[in-house]
């Protein structure tokens, strides 16, 4: 008997714990339905992404075109007689003007010449007076049928060669002094001198194909840049279609140096190439800067920024917050009236510094999201928050973006 009492209260004991279990499972169920419940009901909390408001602006259409500078004035220097090189009266690298004399040939046989060609001129100017006067007085014996009229001509024609030997002694007078000048080579514009070829006591000939030296003038200096026949068609067409208004004649010209500073002067566009290059699909377009200071010497790139136009009623959206879909249209996201993300589809220009000129897809006053974009979805509900377009960032500020074509969160839940 006490074998069964003891037997029976064992087998009772796991009917026991199971029931137990069983009324600890219903009570941690119930309490996640009733979690559940809660969370379902509680109010979701709306994204906030920050915006900016868009307002149509005068835009200044201006093309960063690639280029290198050149001296707007060349000279190669070479002699123009031959002889020995007594000097050189100039400093290499310096500055020098018009007309200064950079080297002296040795003048000595020049200067004999020119001595020959004047003692010929006296000679012949010498033989004038005898002709004249011997033409003279036959011309009134000849009215008087004193002499022949062959000696008349013959004295006419004495008195007509002497003078055409005056002639041509001054020809050969004026030659001669022009080579004794050419004994002193001069500088045929102004501008820096480079370094001399030759030195004293070199042999030289004239028209040789060396230069003595190469003068540039670099002030006004050039500025040759390149554009596409591409972008030069689309400015046609927008100004054709008046969304561009040309500025006119006097296009304003500004020069970004090669170490990204910008150059404190203004230029002038002085010329387009009217060929395009079959290549390159590109024509050169000269620009011409003031450089005072030297600051600008041949060869150094550049980049020309040439205003073009004006697009009028335009808007500047941040090149940062459009995405590019596979088709490659431009969108970007805005919250409308109800407080919901839109995705729109824009018509981009083209770009202006960090910025897309858009024509299209935009209105007045529509809020654009700047901070956020990633992180939202379209139909989605947001708080909104104003920010200043000048600190608008290169990133989204909530860790995103503009390619980033992910999707976003629906809701932030407690």
């Not at 431009?330 to 858009?358: P, Y």
Request: net charge negative; hydrophobic share 40%; charged share 25%.
């Amino acid at each position: 008997m006490i074998s069964s009492a003891i037997g029976s209260k064992i087998r009772r004991r796991p009917l026991v714990g199971a029931v137990i279990v069983g009324f600890a499972c219903l009570g941690l169920a119930a309490c996640d339905d009733q979690k559940q419940q809660t969370a379902q009901s509680a109010p979701m909390e709306k994204y906030e992404v920050g915006v900016i408001a868009m307002e149509p602006q005068t835009v200044a259409i201006t093309a960063e075109l690639p280029g290198r500078t050149s001296a707007s004035l060349v000279a190669e220097v070479r002699p123009q007689v031959g002889g020995i090189i007594l000097k050189r009266l100039f400093k290499e690298g310096s500055e020098v003007q018009e007309g200064d004399v950079l080297y002296q040939i040795d003048p000595s046989s020049y200067q004999a010449a020119y001595d020959s060609a004047k003692a010929s001129l006296q000679k012949a100017e010498a033989a004038v007076p005898s002709a004249q006067s011997k033409f003279d007085r036959y011309q009134n014996l000849v009215k008087q049928e004193a002499v022949a009229q062959q000696d008349y001509e013959d004295s006419r024609s004495d008195l007509l060669q002497a003078k055409a030997e005056v002639a041509s002694a001054k020809a050969d007078v004026e030659k001669a002094r022009i080579s004794l000048d050419y004994t002193q080579v001069k500088a045929p514009i102004s501008g820096r001198v480079d370094a001399s070829t030759v030195t004293v006591g070199a042999l030289v000939t004239a028209d040789q194909d060396t230069a003595l030296t190469t003068i540039r003038t670099l002030d006004p200096i050039n500025v040759d840049v390149t554009q596409s026949s591409t972008n030069l068609l689309r400015l046609q067409r927008s100004v054709k279609e008046g969304r561009v208004k040309t500025s006119g004649d006097n296009v304003a010209v500004k020069l970004l140096m090669e170490d990204g500073s910008m150059y404190d002067m203004n230029g002038s566009l002085e010329f387009r190439e009217t060929a395009i290059n079959t290549t390159t699909g590109t024509f050169t377009v000269r620009l011409r800067f003031p450089n005072p200071d030297h600051l600008l010497l041949p060869g150094m790139y550049v980049r020309g920024i040439i205003e073009e136009g004006i697009a009028e009623g335009s808007f500047l959206v941040p090149q940062n917050v459009v995405s590019h879909t596979p088709e490659g249209d431009a969108t970007a996201k805005f919250v409308n009236k109800d407080g919901k993300v839109e995705v729109r589809t824009l018509s981009v220009q083209r770009s202006v510094g960090n910025n897309w000129l858009v024509d299209g897809g935009i209105s007045a006053d529509d809020m654009l999201i700047v901070e956020g974009f990633s992180k939202v979805s379209a139909g989605q509900e947001v708080r909104t928050r104003s920010v200043d377009p000048a600190e608008v960032n290169s990133s989204d500020a909530s860790g995103g973006g503009a390619s980033d074509h992910g999707s976003a969160p629906a809701a932030k839940k407690n």
